[in-house]
């Protein structure tokens, strides 16, 4: 996959020392990662880095407590990317490192990987320089992790680099001896609580430390103690805390380590040993008699070197071959969280790339109640899921029929059978088949309507009663109400819940070859009509968000049907007779429209444009996705869209404030006269009497059930 730089391996020898000595070798580290961390780097990339792929600072930890036989390993969690000292396990070592994470799998193949382990590595170079690894010398460790994240499939690309600096001047040391074969038992403990009182003073397990022996007593130092420590002698004992547990070969840090050791003292240095201090725990008891010591007896000169060393480090893979590896975690991971994170992803692309200030969190939070779960409901379903919304109620008394599949697109031929499932149930568990990660639900419900007479049985009233209080419920638990159904009547009783309640309502209504899609006026807690109204005349620019009008606002007479139900309707009145792709545009219109009202600044009470001005993006009914509008009335024989703004109606049958008013005060009574006594709303608006003082103006009420062959 990747360019092979053998130059920038490196691996332990296996030929044994002898007594007389050997060039040094050291065990490289093996990388660790756990699972946490790819799930960490996946929510930093979506949220944090996105198209940033700078170096990012993270933490890995290695532990000197290792068995014989099992690999050194370097580590890397959940945790890397915010860890503190404070919270390490005993015998554990923190390491700083840097993190590279591409943006595309060819930028993680053709990065110029010798520059970038040079970056590290000059990092680790000046801190020796500068002495600064003298106070911190977790420093010399540092580390580079080289990523590459395939959010879709969850394949994990990476390649670790654990920078070693080297010249031609090989370190060469004697064959290492156990300390339990050099000290004596005492000397041992000792040893142990000398690292424990180090441990103490500094607030954490040493990685590094001098160790002095006078006589039988044994003590440790920080490094910054050289001078004072060492200040009579020229014989030299280091330690540093050893991952390796292979017993005649050190770890890795003792690499940087000796780098350090040359730079600043090596011109002070006689002889040098070295402990490889190695804490383990064995039957329940505490063993560092396995640790080794090393006499060092040609120490590489790094004094003389004024740019950075050459370099080594790159991890070999299992097959010991310079490429990187990849973890594939989409077997492993939750199904129904890999596909909440992959609609999650595919809408923070479009964040970073082209609308930034979206606030996607707003979208997925809205809970939206679907009245109706037809043709468009299904659509508008559809539409939310795509635009990460996470809570969808379906509402509807029908079956599925066998007309149904091939439009509405949550249902199948087999959902037809035996008398066709009831639409809502069926549609949520569609939804939920489809998206998993969905809170989503059906309810069967019959909404009263206008004109639908009741009559006076006692249980029939209270079947509508409760009809009603289910419906106020599901006001009450949504933020957003989508009117989708088939009939005027029907979108009566939610468009005056929704003013009353003061919710959203969008509504999308179809025509053979036109549909319309609106957003109701939403009702302000404490409606000044008066003052509104005369903002909108001397503006003469915007209708404010609670003067725009509702779907029933520009009728002039109230919903309803007086002689006929629904049933009694003619087969091409009982359906939506439209051209088919009508539905489709309508509702993902509808879906948009509530999108862009959700990111308006005012919400659902965002002002109307009058102006015909198409400067979008430079006014006040802007959002980060463009113009909110009142009204979108599409006419297809002229493929044309147009977007209307129309007031507030004060003798609206659905939301004035008279019919709010009554609602709010005598409730279901009031909404019994509705259902019973034809006119009731129009006497109850003043319409009766607005069209009794139109004189020279014929006003004609036309029903789709109504047909007059003699008609002109």
């Known amino acids: 996959m990747l360019a092979d730089t053998t130059e920038l391996a490196m691996d332990v020898n296996k030929m044994a020392m002898t007594e007389e000595g050997q060039i040094l070798q050291f065990v490289p580290f093996a990388s660790a990662i756990e699972v946490g961390f790819w799930h960490k780097l996946t929510r930093k990339k979506l949220e944090e880095f996105k198209l940033d792929d700078s170096a990012r600072n ?31 396990a005993p015998r554990n070592f923190l390491v ?27 990092q680790i170079w000046q801190s020796i320089q500068s002495g600064e690894a003298i106070k911190n010398p977790s420093l010399i460790g540092r580390f580079l992790l080289l990523t590459f994240a395939d959010l879709k499939k969850y394949h994990y ?5 654990f920078p070693a600096l080297i010249i031609e001047q090989n370190a060469t040391a004697k064959k290492p001896v156990k300390v339990s074969d050099k000290f004596s038992t005492e000397q041992i403990q000792m040893l142990q609580n000398s690292y424990d009182d180090l441990a103490k003073r ?53 690499r940087n380590f000796l780098a350090l050791i040359s730079f600043h003292w090596g011109a002070k240095i006689k002889k040098l040993e070295v402990l490889c201090y190695r804490d383990r725990v064995r039957d329940g008891k505490r063993d560092v008699g396995h640790s080794l010591l090393l006499d060092i007896e040609a120490l590489p000169d790094f004094r003389s070197c004024t740019d950075l060393p050459r370099v080594v480090g790159w991890e070999k893979n299992e097959k010991q071959k310079m490429i990187p590896r990849m973890v594939n975690l989409s077997a492993t991971m939750d199904p129904v969280k890999l596909a909440e994170s992959a609609v999650d992803l ?31 409901g299904c659509n508008v379903a559809r539409n939310l899921m795509g635009w990460g919304v996470r809570k969808i109620t379906f509402v509807d008394n029908s079956r599925i029929s066998y007309s149904n599949p091939v439009r509405q697109t949550l249902f199948e031929f087999e959902d037809c059978k035996n008398g066709g499932k009831k639409k809502a149930k069926a549609a949520a568990e569609s939804l939920k088949r489809i998206f ?40 009450d638990e949504h933020d957003v109400i989508f009117l989708l159904m088939d009939t005027r009547e029907s979108r009566w009783l939610p468009t005056l819940l929704g003013a009353a309640k003061r919710k959203i309502i969008i509504n999308a209504a179809l025509g053979f070859d036109t549909f319309m899609v609106m957003r109701h006026g939403l009702k302000r807690e404490s409606s000044d009509t008066e003052s509104s109204a005369l903002e909108v005349s001397q503006k003469k620019l915007e209708i404010p968000g609670d003067r725009l009008g509702c779907y029933f606002c520009s009728d002039v007479v109230a919903p309803g049907d007086v002689s006929k139900s629904t049933r009694d309707r003619t087969l091409d009145q009982q359906c939506t007779v439209s051209r088919p792709g009508i539905s489709m545009m309508a509702s993902a219109l509808a879906v948009e429209l509530l999108v862009s009202v959700l990111q308006h ?40 869209l147009l977007t209307p703004v129309s007031l507030a109606f004060n003798c609206c049958t659905a939301c004035s404030d008279i019919v709010v008013k009554a609602y709010n005060e005598n409730g279901f009574e009031f909404l019994l006269k509705v259902f019973n006594v034809p006119k009731y709303l129009e006497d109850c608006t003043g319409l009766t009497k607005l069209q009794e003082s139109t004189l020279e103006t014929e006003i004609i009420e036309w029903s789709d059930d109504d047909f007059d062959e003699n008609a002109d």
């Open 202 to 254: 500094i607030g954490h397990d040493p990685g590094y430390f001098l160790v002095q022996r006078i006589d039988d007593s044994i003590s440790l130092a920080e490094l910054a103690d050289f001078d004072v420590f060492f200040k009579d002698t020229d014989e030299v004992t280091v330690g540093f805390s050893d991952p390796s547990n292979l017993d005649e070969y050190p770890g890795w840090p003792l």
């Open 436 to 475: 998993p990660g969905i809170d989503t639900r059906g309810i069967e419900l019959t909404i009263p309507m206008p004109g639908h007479s009741v009559g006076s049985s006692e249980d029939e009233i209270n079947r509508i009663r409760k009809d009603v209080e289910a419906l106020e419920t599901l006001f």
């Open 96 to 122: 700083e490192g840097s993190l590279l994470n591409k943006n595309t799998m060819d930028d993680f193949k053709t990065c110029d990987k010798k520059e970038i382990i040079k970056e590290v590595s000059n």
């Open 601 to 640: 600044k005012e919400g659902g009470y965002a002002a109307a444009d009058t102006s015909g001005s198409e400067d979008y993006f430079d006014n006040d009914f802007a959002t980060p996705l463009g113009m909110v509008p009142h009204q979108i009335r599409a006419f297809m024989s002229r493929f044309q």
């Open 157 to 161: 690309y990476y390649w670790f680099a």
């Open 346 to 376: 595919n809408l923070k692309l479009m964040r970073w790339r082209l609308v930034p200030e979206i606030d996607l969190e707003l979208i997925s939070t809205t809970r939206c109640l679907l009245l109706g779960s037809g043709t468009l």
């Open 58 to 88: 993270i933490i890995g930890s290695y532990s000197n407590n290792g068995f014989n036989g099992l690999p050194s390993h370097l580590s890397v969690d959940y945790d890397s990317f915010e860890h503190s000292a404070s919270v390490m």
